[in-house]
């Protein structure tokens, strides 16, 4: 089985300045790692995913994201902040499964971008 | 060329009640999953379907059941409503490739209020 863990509920930062989000994950088999973006009253859109390859990856936004198979994290960060950033962020995990990926999330965290 | 899309887009039934949310998926996509998203928690795995059948599920009662349609669209079905099933109802659309990873693309969802 798998679980998501995203070590904070909600993460308050000023327009402009950096910001870190963390994930955990737990997991008996390979899974690939995503993190997804939700605005008020809508769907999920994904922001970047790790596959295979290179542990740092780039999404849309300015965001990226670093897998760290030994501590088993997948933090996402941005060097710096707008307020339309502002939104809840959603990590998820899928297992290779041959094809029939489902994703496992974590609870979210809301980012607040303050002026 | 439309997204995911879904209806109706609120809905609001009383306890014992049945439901029925549709979804299209994605032009191009034949895999139509659906998560339910409570209020304040991340998006959980409810089933997906591929040529017309469940191919996997989530840990949800038999209360919950779908269909696949020839075109790829699905239904999501209810039975005997519980307050528990207020959420946001999310549908996501696939093409299952040859490879382990499909990316999902998400409708906005449906918003399930039962009194």
């Known amino acids: 089985a798998q679980s998501v863990t995203q070590l904070d509920s909600q993460v308050p930062v000023f327009e402009e300045a950096p910001v870190e989000l963390r994930c955990n994950y737990s997991s008996s088999v390979s899974v690939y790692l995503f993190w997804y973006v939700q605005y008020p009253n809508q769907g999920l859109q994904l922001l970047l995913k790790y596959l295979s390859g290179s542990t740092l990856v780039k999404g849309i936004n300015g965001f990226e994201a670093e897998f760290n198979k030994s501590q088993t994290s997948f933090h996402l960060r941005k060097p710096s902040v707008h307020i339309s950033d502002t939104a809840e962020y959603f990590c998820?995990?899928?297992?290779?499964?041959?094809?029939?990926?489902?994703?496992?999330f974590g609870a979210g965290t809301r980012l607040a971008v303050h002026p | 060329d439309a997204g995911v899309t879904q209806s109706p887009t609120h809905l609001i039934k009383t306890r014992g009640q049945q439901v029925t949310l549709r979804c299209s998926p994605k032009?191009?996509?034949?895999?139509v999953s659906w998560y339910q998203q409570a209020l304040g928690q991340g998006p959980q795995f409810i089933f997906q379907y591929y040529e017309e059948e469940e191919r996997q599920r989530g840990n949800f009662p038999d209360r919950f059941s779908g269909h696949q349609f020839p075109n790829y669209s699905s239904e999501l079905n209810v039975n005997a409503l519980l307050l528990g099933d207020s959420a946001l109802y999310l549908c996501?659309?696939?093409?299952?490739?040859?490879?382990?990873?499909?990316?999902?693309?998400f409708g906005p969802g449906t918003r399930l209020t039962v009194l």
């Open positions: 996501a659309s696939s093409l299952r490739g040859t490879g382990n990873y499909n990316e999902q693309f």
């Open positions: 032009s191009g996509h034949d895999t």
């Open positions: 998820a995990v899928s297992p290779l499964s041959g094809g029939y990926n489902k994703l496992i």
